[in-house]
């Protein structure tokens, strides 16, 4: 039974993961399609700063993820030994 409650664990931290993962993408994207008139001119004028802002709102959360207490414990069970 131990060994099942130790999967799950794992797996929650899994899921936790990609869930806020998923879940900042999507508001990054809203927030970039939707963003004030001055900002969406600059974005559509020069698409490679919009996809500037989202690839270093991405890399901040995968960073954030990482380092947190649930994504250290998921690099200590991860890695092999």
């Known amino acids: 039974m131990r060994l099942r409650s130790l999967h799950f664990q794992h797996y929650l931290i899994e899921a936790w993961g990609l869930g806020t993962f ?3 993408a999507g508001a ?3 927030l970039l399609a939707r963003a004030p008139d001055p900002v969406r001119g600059a974005l559509a004028g020069h698409p490679i700063l919009g996809r500037l802002a989202f690839g270093c709102a991405m890399g ?5 993820i990482t380092y947190s207490r649930w994504g250290r414990a998921r690099a200590r069970i991860s890695t092999p030994r």
Do not use: D, P, R
Request: cysteine-free; hydrophobic content about 90%; overall charge neutral.
């Open 28 to 30: 990054v994207a809203v």
């Open 60 to 64: 901040l959360t995968v960073i954030a």
């Open 22 to 24: 998923m879940m900042v």
